[in-house]
């Protein structure tokens, strides 16, 4: 029997603010710290993988809402060109390459057309809600979370 090594975490990531038009944010709560309210998040899968693939990659896992290439919201999913470098919280910071202290997050956003019911990854995510988006940034833990679904007015147009 062989015991696979889990490779570190690539420190590139990027965040998904799901929404609908009328500007409610979709939150999930993470399973590994249930005071944590978040918009779907999670890093690249290999160096070279490009960050719109993580995004959709990333939202199908954690939500089952497909909106990779070929699906209709494909179009939905939308690279807002921002970026966000923070701190890894110490914690966390055994899931990347000693010495890794910084991550870049790339910001994204889904318009989905109303408010869907996600399916979650138990591993991952225990509850899910929908909130105005004022609402949904003052319950997020992450600062950068909080900064980039305030800026969705701004983007959503």
């Excluded at 994204?108 to 509850?127: I, M």
């Amino acid at each position: 029997m062989s015991t696979a090594v889990k490779p570190f975490k690539i420190p590139e990531s990027v965040l998904v603010v799901i929404h609908t038009p009328a500007l409610d944010v979709l939150l999930i709560r993470r399973a590994d710290a249930s005071e944590f309210w978040q918009s779907v998040t999670g890093s690249k899968d290999t160096l070279d993988e490009p960050l719109v693939l993580t995004a959709a990659r990333e939202v199908a896992e954690e939500t089952g809402i497909q909106c990779g290439e070929g699906t209709p919201l494909a179009s939905q999913l939308v690279d807002w060109q921002l970026r966000n470098v923070y701190e890894i919280y110490p914690g966390w910071r055994a899931r990347y390459e000693p010495g890794v202290t910084r991550n870049t997050e790339h910001l994204f956003g889904l318009c989905v057309p109303e408010c869907l019911t996600p399916v979650l990854d138990a591993r991952e995510h225990t509850d899910w809600r929908w909130l105005p988006y004022r609402e949904a940034a003052d319950a997020c833990f992450s600062p950068s979370n909080a900064e980039a679904i305030l800026l969705l007015p701004e983007f959503a147009r």
